[in-house]
T-cell receptor
């Protein structure tokens, strides 16, 4: 069965430093998608970055990049030049299912990131 | 601005009450989802729907039911609320995988059952 694992319940990083949030996944489907979401204290889920299983290059979106290592089944999020506003809960998620009635998003347990001055 | 709207931000209900959580999307998405979020457990899928009047069980459907009478509206129903259903509930919608696109989430409903 598909599964997402985030082993870091909490992380601290100093402002302007880079931080890596870990995510490993398990699936037997060759076609899947990996997502990272940010959830500030206000509760909304903010989409950050997406990586498809067949994408040749690692995804990047501004200060966010996804370190995709397919053989190791890992999809770590790298945030460069951390800002105080990056303090939030971060969720890794996987989309598995190519047919319309099996498409769903499975989440990890999340990592709470705190950025300090 | 396209979005997913959940009718209540905070809700307090009594044990045994029937509770309706409403979710409406204006993006003409086929798929809609209900998750609950608990500390240390992340988001867990309760039910999802890929078409009007269609529904599929997620990982934790017990104690819940859903209704999708119109494409834009997906309701989560707690038939007889219990204290262990106190949680944050998040609704989301998406296009079919073949049409690309990601998921859009509502702001969440924090339900307390007393």
């Amino acid at each position: 069965a598909q599964k997402i694992t985030q082993t870091q319940p909490g992380m601290f990083v100093q402002e302007k430093e880079a931080v890596t949030l870990d995510c490993t996944y398990d699936t037997s489907d060759p076609s899947y998608g990996l997502f990272w979401y940010k959830q500030p204290s206000s509760g909304e889920m903010i989409f950050l970055i997406y990586q498809g299983s067949y994408d040749q290059q690692n995804a990047t979106e501004g200060r966010y990049s996804l370190n995709f290592q397919k053989a190791r089944k890992s999809a770590n999020l790298v945030i460069s030049a951390s800002q105080l506003g990056d303090s939030a809960m971060y969720f890794c998620a996987m989309r598995e299912g190519r047919s319309y009635n099996t498409d769903k998003l499975i989440f990890g347990t999340g990592t709470r990131l705190q950025v300090f001055p | 601005d396209v979005k997913v709207t959940q009718s209540s931000r905070y809700l307090v209900k009594r044990t045994g009450e029937k509770v309706f959580l409403e979710c409406v999307q204006d993006m003409d998405h086929e798929n809609m989802f209900w998750y609950r979020q608990d500390p240390g457990l992340g988001l867990r899928l309760i039910y999802f729907s890929y078409d009007v009047k269609m529904k599929e069980k997620g990982d934790i459907p017990e104690g819940y039911s859903v209704s999708r009478e119109k494409k834009e509206r997906f309701s989560l129903i707690l038939e007889s609320a219990s204290t262990n259903q106190t949680s944050m509930y998040l609704c989301a919608s998406s296009l079919n995988p073949g049409q690309g696109g990601g998921y859009t989430f509502g702001s969440g409903t924090r339900l307390t059952v007393v």
